[in-house]
């Protein structure tokens, strides 16, 4: 919706997702976006404005009981990552990808409305996992990984209370940093 205001598009782009639910209690996906980033009026016409974007994602979740996991795959390719950084002297990378395993156990007896999910999760994503077609040198910083353990309040369908202590880690540095972390979700 553009509330009235002028929609723009230079080239159109494409996304969907599936998923399979064929097994109770777990729910497998795959996703795609395929296009060009967006740019108003007459900047689409400069080059190095505008990139190519392929992404493919995998997802499962299941759930049994008191005991839940999920996580998820991308991998994205960028064209002309070379002249937007160029353009903009950044340093976007041409390949990125990451994925993420979580596993949580609800705290609360059965049969309640409430949860409180203890869980765990690992993450490792490389937003440089490709760089020569960017024109640019590889960072390794850029190849992260992260530990996440805390407790989920599902106070009622749709709300959630988080709090979490992560541990920070990338390809470049031995050293990880620690970060602590409260939120509320609301989703309807």
């Not at 009026?41 to 996991?69: C, F, H, P, W």
Request: proline share 2%; charged share 25%; aromatic share 12%.
């Amino acid at each position: 919706r553009q509330k009235g205001a002028e929609s723009t598009i230079n080239s159109p782009n494409f996304s969907t997702k599936i998923d399979y639910y064929g097994i109770p209690g777990l729910r497998l996906g795959i996703s795609g976006y395929f296009g060009r980033s967006q740019a108003e009026d007459e900047v689409d016409q400069l080059e190095g404005t505008d990139v190519g974007i392929s992404m493919l994602g995998l997802d499962a979740r299941y759930r049994n009981k008191r005991i839940s996991a999920r996580g998820q795959y991308i991998h994205a390719l960028i064209k002309d990552a070379d002249a937007y950084n160029v353009r903009y002297e950044t340093n976007l990378g041409s390949e990125l990808k990451g994925w993420y395993a979580e596993l949580a156990y609800n705290l609360i007896p059965l049969g309640k409305e409430q949860r409180l999910d203890a869980f765990l999760r690992y993450e490792a994503y490389d937003t440089h996992a490709a760089t020569l077609d960017a024109g640019i040198d590889r960072d390794l910083s850029y190849n992260r990984d992260e530990w996440t353990f805390g407790l989920s309040y599902h106070v009622a369908p749709g709300a959630v209370v988080k709090g979490d202590y992560q541990i920070l880690g990338d390809a470049q540095s031995e050293d990880s940093k620690g970060q602590l972390n409260f939120g509320i979700g609301v989703w309807f």
